[in-house]
Each structure stands twice: as structure tokens, then as C-alpha cells.
């Protein structure tokens, strides 16, 4: 069956400092794709990386980050200089070749960025 | 382009009743999803549609669920005697790739059922 753990529910920085996301996922399957959404107050999901168990190339995109270590069944997603924009609720989420297109969600982590 | 639209936003209703939820994706996105969000928790899966059928709708959590998508666009989600536990956010995604889990699932800005 196939688990994502947030561990971190709420998160509080200030403004410019950088902060990392913890995501741990179990699956059975060798193939499955990992996705990080964003979730601010309006309450819609915005899209932000997804990655393939084949890729454990890390990503940057502006001030994101993510490393993915197949070893430790870990996709941390890291902002670099945190703005108060970033505030938000952080989901990770699974899917396995085996379930098809369903996506299996952790329960969030809620950033707040203070100025 | 729209995203994807959900209506109503908000609906209140009363313990027994039925209800419909409408979504209406992304033109030309064949694959069509449904999860439920409850307060403080991640989104969780209900069904899956590959155009007018249900792909996966092992996610739903009894028969008082039901959803279709007869025209292969616009989909319905339909709650018989609802109770106070289906109180949630209800959303809606699509893709436009046969798989899904290749390309990002597109979501919607929910609609927040309540029961009274």
C-alpha cells in the first residue's frame, strides 16, 4: 500500500530565511512518481514539481528546491530566502504504476512566513 | 485557457438529503478526478474517469456515492442521504494525459459541502 508522511504540520519562519519540507513515501511498486502541490488560503491546488523514481536528479526552480534519495524514501522540497507569498499549506503526494492515476496525499504542512 | 470550475462553491444541506456536485474541466482533458478534503487533512481519492468511464472508483466510500460523466466532459458528483461525516471540500482535477500521473492533474477550487 502506498503511505506519504508530512511530519512537519506547521512550520513558522521569517521572511528570507530558507526552510526545507519533509516528505517520506512507502510504496511497493519500482515505478511511481512523486508531486509536490501548494495549497494557499484561496484553497486551490497549484502544481509544483513532479518527479519519476527513474530521476533522482535534484531540481531547482528559482528559489524551490528539491532532493529526492531513493535511499531514504525521502522528496524534501526546500525555498531558498522564504517571502510571505510563500505562505501556504505544502502537500506531497504518491502515485504508483500499479493504482493508476489516483494520488496519495500527506496531510500538509502549513508554512507561515512572517515578515 | 479556464481551469477547472466547480459549482456550487459552498452548499449546506440537511442530514438525509441529496446532493449534486458539478465539474467541468479543462477543454480536452479526457481524464477526470475526484478527491475529498476533509479540515486539516490532504486531499483523498474517490474516482477516477477516462472520458464517459470510470476508470478507478475503488476510492469511493459507499454506495451513496455515485458520479458520472456521460459526455465525456463535464462530471456529477451525486451524495444520497447524506450524513454529517460527508461534510468536506469536495475537488475536482483533470489531465490531459491517458495515464494521469505523467502530467500534473489540473485542480479546481473545491466545493465546501456542509451538513447540518
Known amino acids: 500500500a502506498q503511505k506519504v508522511t508530512q511530519a512537519q504540520t506547521e512550520i513558522s519562519v521569517v521572511e528570507k530565511e530558507d526552510v526545507t519540507l519533509d516528505c517520506v513515501y512507502e510504496?511497493?511498486?519500482?515505478?511511481?512518481?512523486l508531486f509536490w502541490y501548494k495549497q494557499p488560503p484561496s484553497g486551490e491546488l497549484v502544481f509544483l514539481i513532479r518527479?519519476?523514481?527513474?530521476?533522482?536528479q535534484n531540481e531547482i526552480s528559482g528559489r524551490y528546491s528539491w532532493n529526492f534519495q531513493k535511499s531514504t524514501s525521502s522528496f524534501n522540497f526546500t525555498i531558498t530566502a522564504s517571502q510571505v507569498v510563500d505562505s501556504a499549506v505544502y502537500f506531497c503526494?504518491?502515485?504508483?504504476?500499479?493504482?493508476?492515476?489516483?494520488?496519495?496525499f500527506g496531510e500538509g504542512t502549513q508554512l507561515t512566513v512572517n515578515p | 485557457g479556464a481551469g477547472v470550475s466547480q459549482t456550487p462553491s459552498n452548499k449546506v444541506t440537511e442530514k438525509g438529503k441529496y446532493v449534486e456536485l458539478r465539474c467541468d474541466p479543462i477543454?480536452?482533458?479526457?481524464?477526470l478526478y475526484w478527491y475529498r478534503q476533509s479540515l486539516g487533512q490532504g486531499p483523498e481519492f474517490l474516482i477516477y474517469?477516462?472520458?464517459?468511464?470510470?476508470?478507478?472508483d475503488s476510492g469511493l466510500p459507499n454506495d451513496r456515492f455515485f458520479a458520472v460523466r456521460p459526455e465525456g466532459s463535464v462530471s456529477t458528483l451525486k451524495i444520497q442521504r447524506t450524513e454529517r461525516g460527508d461534510s468536506a471540500v469536495y475537488l475536482c482535477?483533470?489531465?490531459?494525459?491517458?495515464?494521469?500521473?505523467?502530467?500534473?492533474?489540473?485542480f479546481g477550487p473545491g466545493t465546501r459541502l456542509t451538513v447540518l
Open positions: 503526494a504518491l502515485s504508483e504504476e500499479t493504482s493508476g492515476s489516483r494520488l496519495t
Open positions: 518527479r519519476n523514481s527513474f530521476d533522482e
Open positions: 482535477a483533470s489531465s490531459s494525459n491517458r495515464e494521469g500521473r505523467l502530467n500534473e492533474q489540473f
Open positions: 474517469f477516462q472520458g464517459t468511464g470510470a476508470a478507478d
Open positions: 510504496t511497493r511498486d519500482t515505478t511511481y512518481y
Open positions: 477543454s480536452g482533458h479526457t481524464a
